[in-house]
Structure formats: C-alpha cells, structure tokens
C-alpha cells in the first residue's frame, strides 16, 4: 500500500469515527491488530457491539466503497471480532457487522454512509 493510499484511509477512518459518534455509537477500539488482522472500529451502539468495517475511496467510479467487502473478508471479520472478544473479555448480548463507505471527492466534504448489519 502507498503513502497516499495510507494517507487517503486514515483519513476516512477519522471521517467514519466522526460520523458514528455523530449518530450516537461510543467507539471502544480502533485499528485492533491480531496475527490474523485488523478490525478498523468497534463501537457500542446502545446494547449492540458493531465491528465495523472502513472502506474509503476517492470516487465510485469502481463500485462504491462497500462492494469492496466481498464475502472472503466479512468471513475474516467475523473470525477477528471473536478473536477480540476472547482477548478482551467482552460480553455483549447482540453483534452486529456494518460497513461504514466514505467517498472523498475531489471537492466538498467527505461522503459518509453507515450500513448497520451488513453481513
């Protein structure tokens, strides 16, 4: 991955983080690193424990940031949250997996968009 690339991710990030808060989620844990990965956000949403997955891009022209979220690595997600559960201790009632998309264009303010239960 490049600096920009980098760059342009930890950027979303902060944008997704500022968002969930926003919309009333407690953030518990940010870039949660095992041998087996990353788990970029888990937040508190009332009751509900959300893993949530980052994905930034400039434009759509691609696909949207959430059709990057393809089968293979929500299975990875779903490994690495009960892998930081058992590392934390953590109960919770109800998991859920979202998928926060943030399209930064080239002018204006960073497109945020949060798909509670995306998988």
């Not at 990353?38 to 891009?57: H, M, N, Q, S, Y």
């Not at 109800?94 to 399209?103: A, G, Q």
Request: hydrophobic share 45%; aromatic share 6%; charged share 25%.
């Amino acid at each position: 991955m490049t600096k920009r690339n980098q760059a342009v991710g930890g950027y979303g990030e902060r944008c997704a983080v500022r968002h969930l808060v926003e919309t009333g989620l407690r953030p518990v844990a940010r870039n949660w690193r095992c041998p087996s990965g990353e788990i970029d956000i888990i937040a508190w949403d009332g009751p509900v424990l959300a893993f949530c997955e980052v994905k930034t891009r400039r434009s759509a022209t691609f696909g949207t940031p959430a059709e990057a979220v393809v089968p293979r690595k929500a299975r990875r997600l779903r490994r690495l949250a009960a892998a930081w559960l058992v590392a934390t201790g953590t109960t919770a009632d109800e998991l859920r997996f979202d998928i926060v998309s943030v399209v930064l264009p080239r002018l204006g303010r960073a497109q945020v968009e949060h798909v509670k239960g995306a998988f």
